[in-house]
């Protein structure tokens, strides 16, 4: 994994402490690990330095990859501090306390990096009932049971920028559902089995 | 035997069994240490196993406690004789068979150590069926309330971050977070450059394109954003243009302010000097004054001399005083430094020894390890070399045997020879005799003679063998009583008798009750 | 049960009756032949000519007697029913013994057109894949268990393909509630209400 040369001078501005106090840093990096977890940030970026925000900006900006870059290479803390340390020469109070952020946000970014992607419709949930015809049109005696069916499916949609909820509806008979269930059974216990695999 | 011993004690003592240190032979262990041995040896065999160490109190408990250790490690396999009175009333022989075998089932260390996937492949089945056991455990939760919901699952969907690089962008481009949604910063801060314009795509691939007049309106709309975009752009560049100026005038303002100010600065000094001028012009004009001025000029030049005088009178003396002080201050410096060079020299000297002491230490300390680790090899060295000389001092005594047995077997030879020289002089003698004890009297005296000393001689051959057998016998027996005297019964047997009487009395205290 | 039909349908099969057997045999092999290729014009207009009347009566006559097997079968008429209700409209019991034949090979037939009047899509096959998934473009190191499906759901004749996913714990989840409801149908409660609708018939 490389980072740019770009990325690595806008984080060597960590070392100018004048400019950015550990209280301005504690923010900036609060800020960093809510934007990446889909959370509202807490502090307004332009208001932390006085007159000139480009380097804010730029250093925010070069956090905000960084952070997303190294989970999505799933690099642990370690290696982490150490390219902060190595590789741009941060100072070592700095260096742990963006390990600190990194830690700590770790999971919620690598959960957001899962939810990229394009995807299936997915089975969330199932709705069943079991009917009895009593009579119909063409029908005059009672048949049953019928199993209705309804397979809760979502699938991200680009317009409603969320999920789309949509239901997938049939009917079978006993015997239907016996063989689906079957077959589903299957799968499960393929699961299971791969689950169990070490253990036997 | 002894190094039997030494051996079993030590294992012992690294199973955390606590045997005390002037304990060296198994035949010093009580029944209470044999317990401690065999349970620490079962709780090694098997972890689940958890006895106490010591023996319970009561008489009854003992012997059920000591039947149970008894039982299990029959049942572990051994086929001695083994029961409660093996381990209460126990003597050093079969204590040491039944340590041994239990030792001997001590499980190998390596077989603890828990196997760790390694290579790519393993490791991600690993993790594949580490992910599906949680996945099948976790408690089925609705979608709404679940963090990983795949119906969120966005496709990549990114824009261009503008990161400012000067003053004046930075007034006008917010933060990289705020110039796109929630959604679209991870993909965009990763993918840059991997921008693809949905909409664009959308319109292009769901409308019908038969439609000229939407096309053309799209086309048109495009080119329309576009000449805007070229006009902002322009426009910004002609903003960013501007502000470079004003800061250029503003600088060039900045340093003529300076200039007027260090300008008013000389011209200040420069006046005051003219001032002082001025007024030293006013004084000198007057005749008056300009002799007052030459009086003091010849006042001042008097007391110049009068003071050099008197500087000179004082002077002396002290730079003679100053000389002597010099001198002395000379020889002290040469004393110091002859005492810095001793100092110098001890100092030397006592780096040299602080360096011996250094290494004299990095000597011990290594020479400590490597005691430590002869002391933790040589259990196992020393055996071999004892076994070893075991070995040579059994071949040696085996060599002596041999020796022995071949005088026995040369003696044997001689006494047969013997033996049969005497029977045949006997039969010489006797038919010589014989033969002449037909004429002679005396003859036939001396043949009753000869088989008279015949018999008495088989008489005395007879009873010294008797004697050599019965000395045999009899060591035999003194061997035997030995042994039995190092059974040591009688102790024995009063010690079951008296634990016997305390079972007597707990079954009657049980009984009152 | 005897089955009554409205007059006008009786007028249509009036035409029959009069017929000898023959003929009543060839409007069974038409009718047969109307159930399997809908109608066709030539056969009815020769038909017609022979029997010298308009076509019209013809596919009435046709209608009438699809009609006829259409509500025996509504009814689910035994033999014995279903010959009592075709004495009664006047045929003879030679032409009957035709009918019962033509009614007896066309019941499964008839059923099946009637059971597939309202149904929606109906469960068909599953077929279904494990995977997983170990990198994406967004995260490069992840084991991430998928199962992917194709539920194929038949509407009328037509087979249409699902494809879906799931995850092992909804899988797990989706197993186990449809083998509930299964277990369901089975339960005591649903027998009864089985039994009672069974008898209401009655």
Redesign the interface.
Known sequence: MDIEEKHKNYLKLLNKNEKFSDEILDKLLENCSKALSSHTEVYDISSLSQDDTTEIKQLYASLLYVFAQFVRNSQSSEEFSNFLLTECDIEKDRAQLLEKYYEESYNSIRMQLLNIGNYLPHITDVRWKIDYMVKSSTWDQSEGPIFRVSLKTEKFDSTLKGPKIEFIEFSCTGQELQDLVYKLKDAVRHCQKLANNHNH | MEEVDKIIIESLRNLNCEIDEDIDTLKKFTPDIVVAAISSCLASIDPQINHPKKLPPSMSSRIKFASDLAQQIKDLGFKGDMGYQTILYCNDVDVRRVLMFLLEHLPKESSTLIEEPIGYVPKIIKQIENSLKEDLGRFWLPSEVCDRGFGHCSPIDCVDLIVPSSVEEAALIPPVNLQCSTSQLLPSLLFEGAKVDWKDVEITSTKPLDDDIFVEDIVTTNQNTNEIIDELKQKKDLIIELRADVNANKEILAKLKQQIEEEQQVLETKTNTLKIKHKTLAVLSSEDNKLKLRNLVQKAENRLVELANQWSQVQTPLLQELETLKNSASLEHIETQKDQDRLQRLKQTHKELVADYKDKCLLEQGLIEKCKDLNSKNSRAAYTKRILEIVGNIQKQKKEIQKILLDTRRVQKDINSLTGQVDRSFTLSDELIFYDCKQEETSRRAYKLLAALREECNKILQAVTDMGQAERELRNLEEQLEIEKNKDFRDKLDKVQRDLAEIRKEIEMLEGK | MLISLRNDHKEHLQLLTAQPEQVVADFCKLASDFLENGPTAKLFSTAASKLDVTVDVIENCIYGLINLL?IAC???LSEADFRDSVLTLGFSENQETLLSKFYDTKKSLIHKI??K???????HD???R?E?Q?A??????????L???D?A?KTGSEISH??????????????N???H??N??RSRH?RK??RA??N??I
């Open positions: 259409l509504k009814h689910q009637n059971t009047g309202l149904t929606g899509p109906h469960y599953l077929q279904w494990f997983v170990l994406s473009r967004s995260m490069l190191q992840q084991v991430t268990p199962i992917t499906m539920l759901l699902q494809i879906l996913q799931t995850d092992p714990t909804n899988l797990l989840h989706l197993a509630e449809l083998e409801a299964l369901q149908s649903s209400v089985q609708l069974g209401l018939q």
